[in-house]
């Protein structure tokens, strides 16, 4: 029995892929409509990557084990009553806040020593911190979509679920990363 069949893959895959790379490019967009923003405090820079990369791992985890489970059978596509999906969700959650606490924490640590003042340097970790758990809620939601919706469509999750996160991932991130800031006031 073939589980996996190349052409499946390469036909579920490519158009999933193609409509990432516009969807990343509007990250980048972003990023240049505020660079004014970024210019006065560069440190922004620094933030992108690791809010981008964690929220996208954190994301793509859930993900992997959201369509294993579709595909084993011990998760339905539906939201009520799923306990493998809360559980999921839940250490999810837990590991976002773990990470994006520490995260602010460093970023905290490298603007006061880079000797921006104690009360800008916290409003920075805040900011850092606030998207970080804000881009983890909204990259729930759209993992457990497009798994839920892709499944129940035929396609192979697989082929579509990290994609789809990653590429979401980079422009809600830039997205809560730039929103926190004017909201915190940094």
Do not use: W
Not at 27 to 36: D, E, F
Not at 93 to 110: D, E, K, N, P, R
């Amino acid at each position: 029995m073939v589980v996996y069949g190349i052409k499946r893959i390469i036909l579920e895959s490519y158009p999933i892929l193609m409509a990432c790379i516009l969807i990343a490019l509007a990250a980048g967009y972003m990023l240049n409509s505020s660079i004014a923003e970024i210019a006065e405090l560069p440190l922004i820079l620094a933030m992108i990557p690791p809010i981008n990369g964690m929220g996208g791992n954190i994301g793509s985890i859930l993900g992997a084990r959201l369509t294993s489970a579709l595909h084993l059978g011990t998760l339905e596509p539906r939201l009520r009553g799923q306990r493998v999906l809360r559980m999921n969700v839940s250490a999810s959650a837990l590991m976002s806040f773990a990470i994006f606490s520490l995260f602010s924490v460093l970023f905290f640590a490298i603007a006061y020593l880079s000797g921006i003042p104690v009360a800008r340097s916290l409003s920075l970790a805040l900011a850092f911190f606030i998207a970080g758990m804000t881009l983890s809620a909204a990259l729930m939601f759209v993992t457990i979509a497009s798994a839920f919706v892709s499944f129940k469509g035929g396609l192979d999750p697989d082929n579509v679920v990290i994609p789809i996160v990653t590429a979401i991932g980079d422009v809600l991130g830039v997205t809560c990363l730039l929103i926190a800031i004017k909201i915190v006031g940094v």
